[in-house]
């Protein structure tokens, strides 16, 4: 669903790093521009910021006025390690966030013209963010973040972001501050915004009921690294090596043993199961089962970020991108595909 023009002008020498969905009709994603060879040894020995290499923000409309009309992007030059998510309310946008030591850069498309919001001060304790924000969320139609040291803030409007860590205890336990590995966000999801669930750290899971913080007794000390609250009204968590527990509350139980080096990057609840996915893959969870998905390999080439909002699942990643609606798989472009074909025109002249 693009041409070669468009891809050349939106996608070449970039790769996607991160993606999400306004609406079943509008996708976004991060572009990162790939390096040459020479250009990581220039970055190695001047000690060049690799976080900082250029960046797009992508969007594609599916219902554009023909192939080369359907994608847009924006430059991002200087930012940091961006995530993107989307929110649908006070009104339909897709936001970019980018962290670094001291405060983060926010980018907003959709629903008026593209600009940069007012940044999110870092405050050490109370306000808005304690530590790097590590995963953007559309959780009942609202945009949340959350983050190290037990960081959670939800999006309210333009420049208003709410912190949501009040009652939540951070890593700062007077003179002595612990391992910032020990406790903190890696992802959170939620059943609606007074039935929250985030989990990171070792072991370190945390339920919300829209007042009061509550610390969950979760069965690891692994690291964990993503989250998803089911239709099925139950909540998966997933660490390292992918090991994976499905529960609520305080009872949880192992469902898989992992093995899978790189861990499941995302987890989202789509149709009747959860969706996993990294660099390698994809994977499926139906009735406590974990099993590779069973995708055409045109779709699986996509793995690396899922997204779900408006009753669409977006997969996207190194090698393309591709989207399911209503049991229906359909790709938007290969990456490798494309690349053959931008070779062959430039050798056509």
Excluded at 49 to 73: C, E, I, M
Excluded at 89 to 116: N, Q
Excluded at 192 to 197: A, G, T, V, W
Aim: hydrophobic content about 35%; some cysteine.
């Amino acid at each position: 669903m693009i041409d070669l023009e468009a891809y050349k002008k939106v996608f070449q020498n970039y790769s996607i790093t991160d993606c999400a969905v306004r609406t079943k009709d509008l996708f976004v994603f991060i572009g990162s521009q790939l390096l040459t060879d020479e250009e990581v040894v220039e970055y190695e020995e001047n000690d060049y910021d690799f976080s900082l290499r250029p960046k797009k923000v992508v969007t594609f409309a599916r219902q554009g006025d023909g192939k080369g009309n359907q994608w847009f992007h924006n430059h991002l030059i200087g930012w940091h390690t961006c995530r993107i998510g989307a929110t649908n309310h006070p009104k339909s946008h897709s936001i970019t966030v980018a962290s670094d030591d001291l405060e983060d850069r926010v980018y907003v498309t959709g629903s008026g013209p593209a600009h940069e919001d007012t940044r999110i001060q870092a405050i050490v304790r109370g306000g808005v963010r304690r530590g790097a924000i590590t995963r953007l969320k559309t959780i009942a139609g609202w945009l949340y973040f959350c983050g190290g040291n037990r960081t959670v803030a939800k999006r309210l409007d333009e420049s208003s972001w709410i912190s949501l860590v009040d009652t939540l205890p951070d890593l700062d336990t007077g003179d002595i501050i612990r391992d910032i590995t020990e406790a903190g966000f890696s992802d959170i999801d939620g059943f609606s915004e007074n039935d929250l669930y985030a989990a990171g750290g070792h072991g370190d899971v945390w339920h919300f009921n829209g007042q009061l913080w509550r610390a969950i007794a979760f069965p690891s000390n692994q690291t964990l690294k993503s989250i998803c609250c089911g239709g099925d009204g139950k909540v998966y968590i997933s660490g390292y090596e992918a090991e994976t527990y499905m529960g609520r509350d305080n009872k949880w139980k192992k469902i898989y043993s992992g093995g899978i080096s790189t861990g499941f990057r995302d987890m989202v609840w789509f149709g009747d199961r959860v969706w996993c996915t990294n660099d390698y893959g994809v994977w499926t969870i139906y009735k406590g089962k974990v099993k590779r998905a069973d995708l055409p390999a045109n779709i699986e080439a996509c793995a690396g970020h899922l997204y779900v909002n408006g009753g669409v699942m977006l997969l996207a990643g190194l090698s393309g991108a591709a989207f399911c609606e209503n049991g229906e798989w359909t790709l938007l472009f290969n990456s490798f595909t494309m690349n053959k074909l931008v070779e062959v025109d430039e050798h056509e002249g």
